[in-house]
């Protein structure tokens, strides 16, 4: 199948779904550090469950999330919405998703939208599945240095919240803190659509994804909600600086 491009209107970030099940709440009290000058990946993948080209793009993130493990290269898998339309509603996805890949077809001055496609540090975009282009764009933003560095101390899973002090260094009045809320893994058994019959796995799976305009503010306490009924350990917290004026990710780190 080709890849099918849709175009819909720039939208606001907002709140995804949460997921249930049995919950198990952990403490913790760590610091969790950024760039520290150095070089950073932030891996944006959109994708969707009924879209038949979208599978080999997820099977090459959790590729180079393997191959990449102790270096600061993150993803977040992002599952839109506007194919849900076409026989199989994907229970990931989310309509702020589709709306902030639309924030991106605006500042990289695209067309329109498509599925599979990949952003990184918020400035390359490419179709999902092109292995040589990612892994370029990978070295690339590895071998650049970092204007700015972001630190999460005192994080705290204790009242079913990641509560967290961040502290921004060199973000100027026109950047924001984006915290993403990742479900580390999923599989699901599509029984209709484009990919009917298949089971499907995830990374990375975006939950929740909060703004905070950091309007010249370098530092500041934020809190995400941890779905109820969950298993805490299940959940990741990936903290990332985006300029709101061109969508460049001059920072980015994680909490597991």
């Given at each position: ?154 994080v705290d899973t204790s009242g079913r919240q990641f509560r967290l002090h961040y502290q ?89």
């Amino acid at each position: 199948m080709k890849v099918i491009k849709i175009f819909f209107i720039v939208g606001c970030l907002g709140t995804a779904i949460l997921l249930s099940g049995a919950i198990a709440i952990a403490s913790f009290r760590k610091t969790a550090v950024g760039n520290n000058d150095k070089g950073f990946a932030l891996i944006e993948l959109f994708t969707s469950e009924g879209c038949s080209s979208c599978p080999p793009a997820d099977e090459l993130v959790a590729r180079i999330q393997r191959e990449e493990t102790g270096q600061p290269v993150y993803i977040l898998a992002f599952h839109v919405d506007y194919w849900n339309r076409l026989g199989w509603k994907d229970v990931y996805s989310n309509a702020d998703y589709s709306k902030r890949q639309n924030q991106y077809a605006s500042w990289l001055n695209l067309r329109s939208v498509y599925t599979p496609q990949i952003v990184v540090n918020g400035q390359q975009e490419f179709v999902g599945s092109e292995e040589t282009t990612l892994r370029n764009a990978i070295k690339s933003s590895l071998r650049k240095i970092s204007a700015a560095k972001l630190i999460l101390d005192q994080v705290d899973t204790s009242g079913r919240q990641f509560r967290l002090h961040y502290q921004a260094n060199g973000a100027d009045g026109h950047t924001d803190l984006l915290l993403a809320l990742v479900q580390h893994s999923a599989q699901t058994r599509v029984k209709s659509g484009e990919n009917g019959g298949h089971l499907l796995s995830h990374i990375q799976i975006v939950r929740q994804l909060k703004q905070i305009p950091l309007n010249g503010k370098n530092s500041g306490t934020a809190s995400l909600d941890i779905p109820q009924h969950t298993d805490a350990a299940k959940y990741g917290l990936i903290a990332f600086l985006q300029h709101d004026t061109d969508g460049e990710i001059i920072a980015a780190t994680r909490y597991k």
